[in-house]
């Protein structure tokens, strides 16, 4: 089978990122080039979490003799909510489009994910113009947040800057040949998006976080840096990790405020939070108080594996806003793959309740500083409770998301797809 998958905004395993975890797109493609089949990997140059970029032109790399990866170069951005984003996007979707139209062969499916609106779009019009089918990935619900979350003031405003965007979105999902997603309310999203009634092929793959470990030499390394900033094996603190992007939409202050309340208390707590982003200063300026909060930046896998069997808790702090309350996040499930139980808010929605049913993990309100400080004196006073639940997350990892699981099933439903020759529907910008 050749595939292609549209996909940026995900790590690239070219240097100097080798030692960035791949998401969803990239093990895919690894896993698809191992069982036999070739696949071009459609990317960008640009590096979505340290905002710079991988070359300074288009570029193709050969990772292994199946395995192409296409980095086509855009303006780049600064921050994810700008209007320099949305340039960059449209820039990487029109390259891809005459790229395309020039490849010596065509592929036998196309697996694009949402965002961007504007790949979405030229993958379905590839497809219907050579008969190929085309799924369409929902990994976000673009571009619909923007206008739903903007001041009420602003949303007329915004909505009709959007515009462009929403009705490539709704044109995207309504010609696209299945719709797949990170859980069924993100399938039933894409489907309502695109006006179509779910059929047998539309169906949700979660994310999936691989288990097996790093290299022994780069564990040593990184055993060795943790060593040095005192988070330490087998330590009787509470150690309480957040590894991610440190943005505007996420309340990762909630834990400062958090710590503040139980300082006095006797109770041994550390907050580490790993990351970069717009608001890491902000948050580095908020926290200058407190003795127990580390920022290393940003950290390569082999650091996250060893910090995360060194924590005790991962932080997930959500908004509640009805796409995170759809999602189980890569986060979430990065904290099960070593056994944590996840700390996340709100208390409500698709994450909540998995936590809540698989006993590993605790919910609050959004905000409530009150209620996570709760939370964590509860943990340091029964660490039995902790145990149980660090059980039974490594538990729910084993049983829905193992990387190679998941993606195994995903790989064989792309086979069937060719296999069972579904066209994709006649393009129609008026759908």
């Not at 139209?101 to 592929?107: A, F, Q």
């Not at 499916?109 to 219907?128: F, H």
């Not at 939070?273 to 108080?289: P, Q, S, V």
Request: hydrophobic share 40%; net charge neutral; aromatic share 8%.
């Amino acid at each position: 089978m050749r595939c292609w998958l549209v996909t940026i905004g995900e790590p690239v395993p070219v240097s100097p990122n080798r030692g960035d975890r791949l998401h969803r797109a990239g093990f895919l493609a690894q896993l698809l080039s191992e069982n036999g089949h070739d696949v071009t990997w459609w990317t960008s140059t640009f590096d979505h979490f340290r905002k710079n970029h991988l070359f300074k032109n288009d570029t193709t790399v050969m990772l292994n003799e199946r395995l192409r990866v296409v980095l086509l170069h855009g303006c780049g951005y600064r921050s994810n909510m700008s209007l320099a984003r949305l340039a960059d996007h449209k820039l990487i979707a029109k390259k891809f489009a005459r790229l395309a139209r020039i490849e010596t062969e065509s592929p036998d499916i196309i697996l694009t994910s949402l965002p961007t609106t504007d790949l979405c779009l030229e993958s379905v019009r590839y497809g219907k113009i050579n008969n190929i089918p085309v799924v369409l990935d929902m990994r976000d619900m673009w571009p619909d947040i923007f206008v739903d979350h903007s001041p009420k003031l602003l949303r007329p405003f915004v909505k009709s800057v959007l515009n462009p965007m929403l009705r490539s979105a709704h044109h995207a999902c309504s010609n696209a040949t299945a719709i797949t997603g990170i859980t069924d309310a993100f399938v039933d999203w894409g489907l309502q998006r695109g006006n179509r009634i779910k059929s047998d092929i539309d169906r949700s793959f979660p994310h999936g976080y691989i288990s097996r470990p790093p290299s022994n030499e780069s564990l040593h390394e990184a055993r060795d840096y943790w060593d040095g900033l005192g988070i330490l094996a087998d330590s009787r603190e509470l150690i309480v990790s957040y590894i991610g992007s440190i943005g505007r939409q996420l309340d990762i202050d909630i834990i400062f405020k958090a710590l503040d309340k139980l300082n006095g208390t006797g109770r041994s707590i550390r907050a580490v939070i790993c990351g970069t982003g717009d608001f890491l200063e902000h948050y580095k300026r908020m926290a200058a108080g407190l003795d127990n909060i580390y920022f290393p930046g940003w950290v390569d896998s082999a650091k996250i594996h060893v910090l995360m069997r060194r924590s005790s808790v991962g932080l997930d702090p959500l908004p509640d806003r009805y796409d995170f309350l759809a999602t189980i996040n890569n986060k979430a499930i990065e904290y099960l793959s070593a056994g944590l139980p996840v700390i996340s808010s709100p208390n409500t929605g698709v994450l909540a309740e998995l936590l809540k049913n698989h006993r590993c993990g605790i919910s609050y309100a959004c905000g409530d500083a009150d209620a996570l400080a709760d939370i964590l004196a509860n943990i340091c006073d029964n660490p039995s409770t902790l145990k149980s639940m660090s059980d039974n997350a490594y538990e729910l990892f084993r049983k829905m998301f193992i990387a190679e699981n998941v993606y195994t099933e995903m790989m064989e439903y792309l086979v069937h797809i060719t296999q069972v020759k579904k066209p994709i529907a006649p393009y129609s910008s008026k759908s």
